[in-house]
């Protein structure tokens, strides 16, 4: 490379780097809470966006895609540090209520706040900064707003919190208006949170941001110097001259990501908290998220308040979760022949179920004596008495079983099935006494079938969302009614609300990192529009009407209203959460 390009490069990083060293260095500062290593990534993030310095800036605005490298560099490192049961370093006390406040909020909520209330960044530049949906945005901004004014203190505060936000970024829908007036004509505290918010943006624009060392910065432009001199002697000195260059880029990328949108907040030091931080939510019971990392893990969270109460690791990489409420503990599937049983309190295998055939999907019979297993590439399901360990009958498919309904009264086993068929066992005998096959070509037998039996056992749904297809079979007549949804994907989770008048059904689409979820009415199988867009994978469904998802690619459990799909409250729950349970009893 000519001395000159070099040259070039290195003012132009110099320009870059005075005008944002502040802010990329104090953005990093702020997440970490350790300032040795917020100088070490400040490095490392400008020695990336140096090796990208030609393509920076042509798929989005340079300020966006530094702002997107800061935010994965730290997502790395400190998402790295969660999932191994990572706690905040502590920090000396502080008497700002801001400060305090902005140390509660998890990485990506303190990110959403700064990124909108002190750099003004749009929500759509905050979601590709943050690789997320405009829901997810919305739902990060308005928790973190929610906590550092305040926490609501009831279900209706937390719903009218989150539609304030909404209003404060003029993105209220206009049915959203009415309710929201009508409560806050009630509640004096949730009509200050207008101004609440207006004080919090003004403090957040006002807050001092951290300043990358003078040593540090000295031994940066040297190193640069050094190296651009020396490029044309050796290769070597010439690489240490490229690394140190893009390092000085990387902090000037990074801090004009932090001066326009920060992020990864850039805030006080962090006091020492679990992580993640607790949301507010409102449903009584426990949920029981399934971590499908290798190895893999189930995270437990508190309902009412979306505390993570405990993480039991696993040594494998599970594939399915049950729960027995009879023996308290867990059977985990890892696609192996047999299930692990897992004691919830310690987290160690007190022993195995033992299986003819590799296991992918597990769900216990409603009397809890039993286990079903769906075996994918042998076109069975087998039924495994937990008490002997013995498997007490097969029952045979034409094609491979993707998902798992036992009735409630625990006569029959209801199996989605390729190709396109829900299959109804007996499940005293293993016969098959029926079955209804959706509309698809004789030879498809990829397209997933996902059923789910309401509660009260009257009502079984099948989806194929491939081509939006759902059924809803009558138990006692047999009789189906069908429609057509307008959700497109593959249908991979369903649940039916406790009142049986929700389906929910999640699917993976062509959407990067955003899975899709169907609100159904059972009533007449249409469709529910809310004014929030819900997105995951895992599903179920709480008491108090609250819908959980997790979100695999983002590590998140989100909690829903089932009815206007508004999001209630999120929590961070580490690696590639995929199944969950809800239980009320705990």
Not at 150 to 167: D, H, I, N, R
Not at 291 to 318: C, E, K, S
Not at 404 to 411: I, K, T
């Amino acid at each position: 490379m000519p001395a000159t390009v070099l040259r070039d490069d290195v003012e132009r990083f110099e320009e870059l780097y005075a005008r944002h060293r502040s802010a990329v260095y104090g953005f990093l500062e702020g997440v970490l809470a350790d300032p040795a290593a917020a100088e070490e990534l400040t490095q490392s993030v400008f020695l990336t966006a140096f090796r990208g310095l030609g393509t920076l800036g042509r798929d989005v605005p340079v300020g966006v895609g530094l702002y997107r490298l800061a935010y994965q560099a730290v997502r790395q490192r400190v998402g790295l540090a969660l999932w191994q049961g990572f706690r905040r370093p502590p920090a000396p006390p502080t008497d700002d209520e801001l400060a305090a406040g902005l140390q509660t909020l998890a990485v990506h909520e303190r990110a959403a706040l700064l990124l909108r209330d002190r750099d003004g960044l749009s929500y759509e530049e905050i979601a590709e900064i943050l690789d997320c949906s405009l829901g997810a945005v919305r739902a990060w901004v308005a928790t973190a707003r929610m906590r550092v004014t305040g926490p609501p203190t009831s279900q209706a505060c937390v719903a009218a919190a989150v539609l304030a936000s909404s209003a404060f970024d003029d993105r209220l829908e206009p049915e959203e208006g009415p309710p929201l007036d009508e409560h806050c004509r009630a509640c004096a505290s949730c009509a200050a949170r207008p101004a609440a918010y207006v004080a919090l943006r003004g403090q957040l624009r006002h807050l001092v941001r951290g300043v990358f060392s003078v040593a540090r910065e000295a031994e940066l432009f040297s190193a640069l110097r050094l190296g651009g001199h020396s490029r044309a002697r050796t290769s070597e000195r010439m690489f240490a001259w490229v690394a140190l260059a893009s390092v000085a880029i990387a902090a000037w990328s990074v801090l004009l990501l932090f001066t326009r949108a920060t992020a990864l907040p850039e805030e006080p030091p962090a006091t020492a908290q679990p992580w993640p931080s607790p949301v507010p939510v409102v449903s009584e019971g426990t949920v029981y998220v399934l971590n499908q990392t290798a190895p893999g893990a189930i995270t437990v969270v508190d309902g009412p308040t979306h505390t993570v109460l405990q993480r039991v690791d696993l040594p494998f990489r599970p594939t399915s979760l049950a729960w027995d409420g009879l023996q308290r503990r867990f059977y985990v599937a890892r696609g192996q022949s047999s299930v692990a049983i897992v004691e919830p309190d310690s987290g160690r295998l007190v022993g195995e179920v033992p299986l003819r055939y590799p296991a992918w999907g597990i769900v216990l019979a409603p009397d809890g004596r039993s286990l079903f297993a769906s075996h994918f590439t042998n076109f069975r399901v087998s039924q495994v008495a937990l008490e002997t360990g013995e498997t007490v009958r097969e029952f045979v498919l034409s094609g491979r079983p993707f998902s798992l309904a036992p009735h409630p009264s625990g006569r029959w086993l209801f199996v989605g099935a390729a190709p396109g068929k829900i299959v109804r066992f007996d499940a005293q005998t293993g016969r098959e006494v029926g079955s209804f096959t959706f509309d698809l070509p004789a030879d498809d037998l990829y397209s997933r079938v996902i059923v789910a039996a309401a509660p009260d056992g009257r009502t079984v749904y099948g989806t194929v969302l491939e081509n939006g297809q759902i059924a809803a079979l009558d138990v006692a007549s047999g009789r189906v009614r069908r429609a057509t949804l307008r959700a497109r994907g593959t249908a991979r989770f369903a649940a039916v609300s406790p009142d049986g008048s929700r389906l929910v059904v999640s699917y993976s689409s062509d959407r990067p990192n955003a899975p899709g979820v169907a609100i159904v009415r059972t009533d007449s199988l249409t469709e529910v529009i809310g004014g929030a867009e819900p997105s995951g994978l895992g599903v179920a469904i709480g008491a108090g009407r609250v819908l959980y998802l997790t979100h695999p690619s983002m590590g998140l459990l989100y909690a829903y209203d089932i009815d206007t799909g508004q999001i209630v409250g999120a929590a961070d729950v580490g690696g590639s959460p995929g199944p969950v349970l809800f239980l009320s009893g705990g």
